[in-house]
């Protein structure tokens, strides 16, 4: 690749909330080379004049699920797992083409998948991933029916948990996926909406397995994010060193001191469950889902609200799988109740990028950083559903320094 410079632009700096007018960006081969007011490039650069549009980075969902394919999870967890790896890369295609240039992935997805998008056989934001889910025996991410006493460890069955019990069995299961070249480690701390056989109020894990769990990631130098909806829970986690909290809907304010001491992160991911309560008032779901699904979505914004005046850093991330991915930009308008376009674009941006431990590197527009741009049609700090309209106002998609689309 050569050189190529987006002229004339406005330039959204995520951590300031602000534009800044008459600007090139001058891109080198995959990352940013300069950034400023009438820049010098060489004479065979390829040139485009982005008419005073904003040019901001790519967008970073922290938690999906390309991986999981169907609503019918245990019948996907028994299909061949090049089926699913078909069907995962036309997720991401479209995960893409809304403007994530970067996915946090924390259940199915794998070194396999991001290595597919990484060398261009899918085509894709790129991936950070976990691998499987560590669960207990019984617990969120055990997707075996009620009769069934067997479970399947093949780790390339399309399942999304690994079931571990005890001290020695979870630091395997860390090490596990440290050797697969995991750049996180997800765990169960409570039970989940879409799971058989536990409560959404429960804890999972002693507090042995899970400090095990923290001190075998953090010997690695990765960082375990923790599934939980209520505080008893989300406590639990946070006091053992778990970085991130996704979901959280039912948080209380014991949670807030817990946050700010350990330096942890807040994934709400509410998109997913009014996605998911619109199948259950269509009869698409299960009762004991849709039952305990009532339990979690009337406090997800109360638990963003208090979030947002504590000022923990809180992160964009949908949750959303199989079909409910069209949904993905929809988390910018549910939050926007609770927060400010700036504080939202940061969420998907730069404190992202805190996150997930690649500040300088996305989540930004300077120099250095991966060559992963939008150009917007519209000004996103005044209105972000800018964001939520790609096929209008979507003019430009860079990631890497390859362009994906361009109607400039």
């Not at 995991?182 to 894990?205: E, W």
Request: with cysteine; net charge negative.
């Amino acid at each position: 690749m050569g050189v190529t410079v987006l002229r004339n632009a406005s330039v959204l700096d995520p951590v300031a909330g602000e534009l800044a007018e008459g600007q090139s960006v001058v891109i080198d081969g995959g990352q940013i080379a300069d950034v400023g007011p009438g820049l010098s490039v060489p004479d065979d650069a390829v040139a485009f004049d982005v008419a005073g549009r904003t040019v901001m980075p790519g967008l970073i969902d922290a938690h999906t699920h390309p991986a999981v394919v169907d609503m019918e999870l245990f019948d996907m967890a028994e299909w061949p797992p090049t089926y699913v790896a078909a069907r995962a890369g036309r997720a991401l295609e479209g995960m893409l083409a809304r403007g994530f240039t970067t996915i946090r992935d924390v259940g199915g997805g794998d070194f396999g998948l991001a290595r597919a998008v990484e060398e261009g056989y899918f085509t894709g934001p790129r991936i950070r991933y976990g691998g499987k889910q560590l669960s207990q025996t019984g617990g969120a991410g055990d997707w075996r029916a009620p009769s069934r006493r067997v479970y399947d460890d093949n780790y390339y069955s399309p399942a999304i948990g690994v079931i571990c019990d005890g001290v020695p069995e979870v630091r395997r299961a860390v090490r596990e996926e440290v050797r697969r070249g995991a750049h996180h480690i997800k765990v169960y701390l409570s039970g989940a909406v879409d799971s058989p056989s536990d409560r959404v109020d429960s804890t999972q894990f002693s507090l042995e397995e899970l400090q095990a769990i923290v001190e075998e990631a953090t010997a690695a130098n990765i960082y375990v994010a923790g599934h939980a909806y209520t505080s008893r829970a989300i406590n639990r986690g946070l006091e053992c060193g778990v970085r991130s909290i996704e979901h959280g809907n039912l948080m209380d304010a014991s949670s807030i001191p817990l946050f700010k001491q350990y330096g942890a992160f807040y994934v709400p991911t509410i998109v997913t469950y009014h996605t998911l309560a619109r199948k259950s008032e269509a009869g698409e779901l299960p009762a004991d889902i849709a039952g305990k699904l009532q339990d979690v979505i009337h406090g997800a914004i109360g638990a963003l609200e208090l979030a947002h005046a504590a000022g923990i850093p809180i992160v964009y991330g949908t949750d959303l799988f199989a079909e409910m991915h069209d949904q993905q930009l929809q988390e910018f308008v549910i939050r926007s109740e609770v927060q400010p376009p700036a504080d939202l674009i940061r969420s998907a941006t730069s404190t992202a990028a805190e996150l997930l431990r690649m500040v300088g590197q996305v989540g930004v527009v300077a120099p250095g950083a991966f060559a992963d741009l939008l150009v917007v049609d519209g000004d996103p700090l005044q209105d972000i559903r800018v964001l939520t309209t790609p096929e209008r106002t979507l003019k430009l998609i860079m990631k890497n320094g390859q362009i994906y689309k361009n109607e400039l």
